[in-house]
Protein backbone atom coordinates (compact mmCIF):
# COMPACT_ATOMS: atom_id res chain seq x y z
CA UNK A 1 0.00 0.00 0.00
CA UNK A 2 1.16 3.49 -0.89
CA UNK A 3 0.41 6.98 0.33
CA UNK A 4 0.27 10.32 -1.48
CA UNK A 5 1.73 12.54 -0.08
CA UNK A 6 1.96 15.88 -2.40
CA UNK A 7 4.41 14.83 -5.12
CA UNK A 8 5.75 11.66 -3.22
CA UNK A 9 4.84 8.51 -2.39
CA UNK A 10 4.97 7.18 1.05
CA UNK A 11 5.03 3.15 1.71
CA UNK A 12 2.35 2.24 4.50
CA UNK A 13 3.04 -1.55 6.56
CA UNK A 14 0.00 -2.51 8.13
CA UNK A 15 0.33 -3.45 11.74
CA UNK A 16 -2.13 -6.82 13.37
CA UNK A 17 -1.73 -8.40 16.35
CA UNK A 18 -0.85 -7.27 19.89
CA UNK A 19 2.83 -8.25 19.59
CA UNK A 20 3.39 -6.52 16.63
CA UNK A 21 1.78 -3.64 17.85
CA UNK A 22 3.03 -3.52 20.88
CA UNK A 23 6.42 -3.77 20.26
CA UNK A 24 6.00 -1.38 17.19
CA UNK A 25 8.62 1.34 17.32
CA UNK A 26 9.94 1.22 21.03
CA UNK A 27 13.30 1.27 21.41
CA UNK A 28 13.49 1.69 17.36
CA UNK A 29 16.84 3.68 16.85
CA UNK A 30 15.99 4.01 13.16
CA UNK A 31 14.23 6.90 11.68
CA UNK A 32 11.33 6.00 10.02
CA UNK A 33 11.39 5.64 6.46
CA UNK A 34 7.78 4.23 5.74
CA UNK A 35 4.09 4.62 7.39
CA UNK A 36 2.75 2.16 9.54
CA UNK A 37 -1.68 1.32 9.53
CA UNK A 38 -3.08 0.44 12.68
CA UNK A 39 -6.82 -0.33 11.71
CA UNK A 40 -9.70 0.31 14.25
CA UNK A 41 -7.69 2.00 16.40
CA UNK A 42 -8.67 4.63 18.24
CA UNK A 43 -6.05 5.74 20.66
CA UNK A 44 -2.44 5.76 20.64
CA UNK A 45 0.34 5.82 23.18
CA UNK A 46 3.56 7.07 22.31
CA UNK A 47 5.82 5.39 25.78
CA UNK A 48 9.51 4.35 24.53
CA UNK A 49 9.06 5.70 20.94
CA UNK A 50 12.98 7.22 20.76
CA UNK A 51 11.92 9.41 17.73
CA UNK A 52 9.53 12.42 16.77
CA UNK A 53 6.71 10.77 14.48
CA UNK A 54 3.14 12.31 13.01
CA UNK A 55 -0.02 10.72 13.20
CA UNK A 56 -3.15 11.08 11.14
CA UNK A 57 -6.49 9.44 12.35
CA UNK A 58 -9.13 9.03 9.57
CA UNK A 59 -12.38 8.00 9.34
CA UNK A 60 -13.76 5.13 7.63
CA UNK A 61 -13.97 6.71 4.24
CA UNK A 62 -10.22 7.98 4.61
CA UNK A 63 -11.43 11.75 5.56
CA UNK A 64 -9.01 13.19 7.97
CA UNK A 65 -10.20 13.93 11.37
CA UNK A 66 -7.14 14.49 13.83
CA UNK A 67 -3.75 15.41 13.14
CA UNK A 68 -0.91 15.45 15.13
CA UNK A 69 2.71 16.83 14.37
CA UNK A 70 6.05 16.24 15.75
CA UNK A 71 4.34 14.27 18.58
CA UNK A 72 7.11 13.33 20.54
CA UNK A 73 7.39 10.18 23.24
CA UNK A 74 5.43 9.44 25.99
CA UNK A 75 2.32 11.53 24.90
CA UNK A 76 -1.12 9.60 24.92
CA UNK A 77 -3.42 10.33 22.09
CA UNK A 78 -6.55 9.72 24.32
CA UNK A 79 -10.01 7.64 22.94
CA UNK A 80 -11.57 9.48 19.54
CA UNK A 81 -14.98 9.34 17.89
CA UNK A 82 -15.42 8.32 14.39
CA UNK A 83 -11.64 7.42 14.19
CA UNK A 84 -11.31 4.08 11.96
CA UNK A 85 -7.75 4.16 10.91
CA UNK A 86 -4.71 5.05 12.63
CA UNK A 87 -1.62 6.52 10.46
CA UNK A 88 1.82 6.51 12.17
CA UNK A 89 3.90 8.61 9.57
CA UNK A 90 7.66 9.63 8.79
CA UNK A 91 8.08 13.49 10.47
CA UNK A 92 7.47 15.72 7.82
CA UNK A 93 4.77 14.24 6.36
CA UNK A 94 1.96 16.07 7.74
CA UNK A 95 3.61 19.15 6.29
CA UNK A 96 1.03 18.10 2.90
CA UNK A 97 -2.10 16.92 4.60
CA UNK A 98 -5.10 18.91 5.79
CA UNK A 99 -7.61 17.58 8.10
CA UNK A 100 -10.97 17.34 6.09
CA UNK A 101 -9.20 15.96 3.41
CA UNK A 102 -9.24 12.68 2.09
CA UNK A 103 -6.03 10.30 2.04
CA UNK A 104 -4.92 8.92 -1.53
CA UNK A 105 -4.41 5.21 -1.32
CA UNK A 106 -2.61 3.46 -3.67
CA UNK A 107 -2.41 -0.68 -3.83
CA UNK A 108 0.65 -2.67 -4.93
CA UNK A 109 -1.74 -5.04 -6.21
CA UNK A 110 -1.23 -5.63 -9.90
CA UNK A 111 -3.78 -6.54 -12.15
CA UNK A 112 -3.47 -9.81 -14.33
CA UNK A 113 -4.33 -8.98 -17.66
Do not use: A
Request: positive net charge; glycine residues 4%.
Amino acid sequence: MKLNLGKNKLNIRKVDGFWNRFKMLKFDLQPLKEGILLENRKFLSTYFFCQKVDIVMTDSDYNILYMYKKLKSEKRIFYKRRVHNTYILPLGSCDFLEIGQKLRIVSDKKKNT
